[in-house]
């Protein structure tokens, strides 16, 4: 565990530390905060607490922000020849690539319980300022409030699973990085295609269902096809570790 | 001679039709540095992949400060320090925090680690300088911090693999006297790599020539340039086309040439020139200068070179 730690507090130096200071990453995440944390929310008012659309930013928010940093992984490493010096140190081999794959979640997923909070937070204020009244404070629904840590998560765990499978092989950042937004745009739209492609009555068939079953459910549901998604591809990952393997490449 | 660090036998690695290294069989004695020497593509970099357990050899095998290459590499990575092809530093990271990221791979304590630091970059003339991001630095700097990356756990082996190549004179220069001093505090075992031969003549107590893979000779430098041609330059007159036929007719003279009213003779040994001079000046010609040349390990390495042509 330390191991994967010692590899996690590398990563996280090198995503934040933009040239030896703080200025280059702040610079981003204080982007990245601004438009999902407060432009976005202030926006919609209310309807961002409330409305199932918003549910959509957390599933696409850390999957962007997992992608971006799991890209560098290996690729990086590759590119800007450190890869072989660090697989010349004593770390496991399990350490380098959980450690890795761990720190890009946990980038992602803080980030985005960040922006959750703050757009209760912006959206209060602006409630406040609009003259509304009671109910105080104004919350996420609790199906919500527990489904965006989960799926969030879980979301970023995809990301990262997949990304390192790709950062393993890619020969540079930008080709990790392309085939990883591809990857994700794909995942984006099969949804929309397969809504397109069934009849009317299996849309209204499951949209029944969905009514029935209830937020809870739905978010269960979602959540256990992650969480198998993320361990199948974190094991081809350990699988496809291997230093000698990675030599080659 | 003391323990035995690396030993390899017939080790072998082949990438597709390539032979990158052809029968290794080689012993380096602690507490030395053994120079392993040859031109690009020799094959040196393959050794020290296969030797620190990064990659698999398709033949033989060999074994690494006690530990078998291929069943314990992880052992061999756990005391080796190595220097590779690059620095391999992290650019956006600073001095610090490069060596501060090894520092905690290797398990040195937050107290253990800051004097570590100390320790290696103030002799190397880095410590003021340990909070710049090193990609602003030169590549002499650069070289000179991954070398106190990879001694930074006071590692039993240390690889470096052409610590000098594409630095300046200079920086070469300085690298190798930071190098010599550096070796020599810490008393750790150096398998360097290198085609500067100046700098295995400077550093290495004993030295392995290497060319496509193959081992071409092994020796302390003293032994190899004394196995080797020496050079006699007689500066005089009277040299003549007779004399030069009657040199080359001896048994210990391998050439003689006349260059520039200079007669210089290549001997296949090394041994005693009285013999040639009487010669000489029995033949009539009368001799001002005699200046025998002792082989150096470049004479050696580019004789090896050529007999394997």
Redesign the interface.
């Known amino acids: 565990m330390?191991?994967i730690l010692?590899v996690m507090?590398?990563e996280w130096?090198?995503l934040l530390?933009?040239?030896?200071s703080l200025r280059g990453g702040r610079l981003s995440l204080v982007v990245l905060l601004g438009v999902f944390g407060v432009l976005l929310p202030y926006q919609s008012g209310r309807e961002w607490l409330t409305s199932p659309g918003t549910m959509f930013y957390w599933c696409w928010v850390p999957l962007m922000l997992v992608a971006g940093a799991i890209a560098d992984a290996f690729a990086g490493e590759r590119e800007?020849?450190?890869l072989?010096?660090?697989?010349?140190?004593?770390?496991?081999d399990r350490a380098i690539l959980l450690g890795k794959v761990f720190a890009a979640v946990a980038y992602g997923w803080l980030l985005v319980m960040l922006m959750l909070v703050l757009s209760v937070v912006t959206v209060n204020v602006r409630a406040a300022a609009s003259g509304l009244l009671a109910p105080w404070p104004l919350l996420f629904p609790r199906p919500f409030a527990v489904g965006a840590p989960v799926l969030a998560l879980l979301g970023a765990g995809l990301a990262a699973s997949a990304g390192v499978l790709v950062s393993l092989r890619a020969s540079s950042v930008r080709q990790a990085a392309q085939s990883l937004n591809v990857a994700i745009l794909v995942l984006m739209l099969v949804p929309i295609l397969v809504s397109q492609a069934l009849s009317d009555a299996t849309l209204s068939q499951l949209g029944a269902w969905a009514a029935s079953a209830g937020a809870w459910r739905i978010i269960w549901v979602v959540a256990a096809a992650l969480a198998v998604l993320d361990a199948v591809l974190l094991a081809a990952a350990l699988g496809r570790f291997r230093?000698?393997r990675l030599?080659?490449d | 001679m003391g323990e035995t660090v690396i030993r390899a036998d017939q080790l072998s690695r082949t990438f597709q039709t390539v032979r990158a290294l052809d029968r290794l069989d080689l012993e380096v004695p602690a507490g030395i540095v053994f120079g392993f020497l040859g031109p690009n593509g020799a094959g040196k970099t393959t050794a020290i992949r296969l030797l620190l357990g990064l990659l698999e050899p398709t033949a033989g095998s060999a074994t690494v400060l006690g530990h078998d290459v291929g069943r314990d590499s992880h052992r061999i990575r756990e005391r080796a320090g190595a220097l590779l092809e690059h620095p391999g530093l992290y650019e956006r990271l600073s001095a610090e925090d490069n060596l501060g990221f090894y520092a905690r791979v290797w398990k040195l304590g937050a107290a253990a680690c800051d004097a570590r630091i100390r320790e290696l970059l103030e002799p190397l003339g880095l410590w003021d300088r340990r909070r710049e991001p090193v990609g602003q630095w030169s590549r002499g700097m650069k070289q000179k911090l991954a070398v106190a990356r990879a001694l930074l756990h006071r590692p039993a082996l240390l690889f470096l693999d052409e610590p000098t190549a594409g630095l300046d004179p200079v920086a070469a220069a300085a690298l190798r006297d930071d190098l010599g001093t550096l070796v020599r505090r810490e008393g750790v075992t150096v398998f360097l790599t290198t085609h500067n031969l100046a700098e295995a003549e400077r550093l290495c107590a004993r030295v392995a020539v290497i060319k496509q893979g193959r081992l071409l000779a092994v020796g302390n430098p003293d032994e190899l340039t004394a196995r080797r041609t020496a050079r006699v330059e007689v500066t005089g007159r009277g040299f003549t086309d007779a004399l030069l036929a009657d040199l080359g007719r001896r048994e210990e003279v391998s050439r003689a040439v006349l260059r520039d009213g200079r007669l210089t003779i290549e001997l296949t040994r090394a041994g005693d020139v009285a013999p040639l001079v009487s010669l000489i000046v029995q033949a009539g010609a009368s001799v001002e200068e005699v200046r025998k040349d002792r082989a150096s390990l470049e004479d050696v390495f580019l004789t090896l070179m050529e007999e394997d042509r």
């Open positions: 330390r191991d010692t507090w590398k130096r090198e530390w933009h040239g030896g800007r020849h450190t072989e010096t660090l697989l010349a140190s004593r770390l496991p230093r000698a030599m080659l």
